[in-house]
């Protein structure tokens, strides 16, 4: 079982370079999420999307574009990365309702230089 | 606001020593509350759950009971093992946004042999 797959798991950027962040799940879930983690910061939520073609901001959105083209796909592009975007980011996928459980792929660890 | 506050770490213990990670929430409303595990390298995945007062979660000798009174969701375990070493992450669904979850800060563990 895939689960949540990212791509890619390790980058390196220069200040102004952009470059886009792939997330696919095969569960056939509505919600998928972008999160960032910091050290002492836990996760936060860069963007999130309930179903296909909807799209919101989380908490910390600035700097980030997002797309859901289908409902398998969820992208997080940086137009100009800046070095406060170093962080390791995930993607994760869950079913609609309060009670169910969210799925993460592995991580992108992302170094902005 | 939503928020989920987790005592700091990191936490070191001995083989066989007893777990505790405090949790505390503040929320509007009654959310589900969960308990998610980070290996090194790898995206977080679901340890326990409870979704409503007094509901006790538990998987893999771990445990945690959903407290209303005192706002809590302490994680224990009762004789940690290496394998156990991870960083431990609170978190919370945010009201009326479905299953859209809030999550603490972590807490890193480090058991020693």
């Known amino acids: 079982n895939a689960g949540v797959t990212q791509t890619p798991k390790f980058q390196v950027l220069k200040t102004g370079q952009s470059m886009t962040l792939q997330c696919a799940q095969d569960?056939?879930?509505?919600?998928m999420y972008w999160y960032r983690q910091d050290p002492g910061m836990g996760l936060r939520l860069i963007y999130y999307?309930?179903?296909?073609?909807?799209?919101d901001k989380g908490e910390v959105p600035n700097g980030y574009n997002v797309s859901r083209l289908n409902k398998r796909e969820f992208s997080l592009r940086l137009e100009s990365a800046a070095p406060s975007q170093t962080s390791v980011y995930f993607c994760?996928?869950?079913?609609?309702?309060?009670?169910?459980?969210?799925?993460f792929g592995q991580g992108t660890r992302l170094t902005v230089v | 606001g939503d928020s989920v506050t987790q005592m700091e770490g990191p936490v070191t213990l001995s083989e066989e020593a007893f777990l505790t990670i405090n949790c505390t929430y503040t929320?509007?409303?009654?959310?589900?509350l969960f308990w998610y595990v980070q290996y090194p390298g790898e995206g977080l995945q679901l340890l326990l759950k409870?979704?409503?007062?007094?509901d006790k979660g538990s998987n893999k000798g771990f445990e945690a009971t959903y407290r209303k009174e005192t706002t809590s969701f302490h994680l224990e375990k009762g004789s940690v093992q290496v394998s156990d070493s991870a960083v431990y992450f609170c978190?919370?669904?945010?009201?009326?946004?479905?299953?859209?979850?809030?999550f603490g800060q972590g807490t890193e563990l480090s058991v020693k042999p």
């Open positions: 999307s309930a179903s296909e073609g909807t799209t």
């Open positions: 978190a919370s669904t945010i009201y009326n946004q479905g299953g859209k979850l809030i």
């Open positions: 929320a509007t409303g009654y959310p589900s």
């Open positions: 994760a996928s869950q079913e609609t309702g309060r009670n169910t459980e969210a799925f």
């Open positions: 409870a979704t409503k007062a007094d």
């Open positions: 569960m056939n879930h509505n919600s």
